[in-house]
């Protein structure tokens, strides 16, 4: 079994803003012998928003809320199924950073490759890094952002409708 999940690799992009986190860790000198693990967890929040965000897309596109009678008290109740997409996603980031990255070492065949880069365009990828966290962040928040902000909604708001049938 270990020998195909030490053939499990990253896409290049993500080995680069792991190399690229790293460099930024490792600079500091309490982070030196775990600036890795720092690496590795700040890659893996980021991701298990996104995960999270489709996540809780799907169960609200695939199984919206219904409220069989007219309270509206039952309509806000907390799904069962929300821990259980909590727990689940991760559980699920943290074994897939841990098995990319960190299982038999990995990590440092990563920083191998990206050895040679020059701080300049070590410089980029901080530019880079910091663009895609910024998209990120507002893909694991869109549908807040995009209903707050522009009124758009991705998920049909299921509570219009238990309102006209109670009047």
């Not at 996540?55 to 309509?75: E, H």
């Not at 507002?138 to 049938?165: M, R, T």
């Amino acid at each position: 079994m270990s020998s195909w999940l030490a053939k499990i690799r990253p896409p290049k992009y993500l080995r680069y803003l792991f190399f690229i986190v790293y460099s930024f860790y490792r600079s500091y000198r309490s982070e030196r012998n775990e600036a890795h693990w720092s690496s590795v967890i700040f890659l893996a929040i980021f991701h298990g928003l996104l995960f999270l965000m489709v996540a809780y897309f799907f169960q609200d596109f695939f199984f919206p809320p219904v409220s069989s009678n007219d309270n509206l008290g039952l309509y806000y109740k907390k799904d069962p199924n929300d821990d259980l997409i909590l727990y689940g996603s991760i559980l699920f980031t943290g074994a897939l950073f841990y098995i990319i990255f960190l299982y038999q070492k990995k990590w440092r065949s990563y920083i191998d490759e990206f050895s040679h880069l020059k701080r300049k365009d070590r410089r980029k990828g901080t530019v880079y890094l910091f663009f895609y966290l910024l998209i990120c962040l507002f893909l694991a928040f869109s549908s807040i952002i995009l209903d707050e902000v522009f009124g758009i909604q991705l998920i049909e708001k299921h509570i219009e409708p238990i309102i006209q049938n109670s009047q």
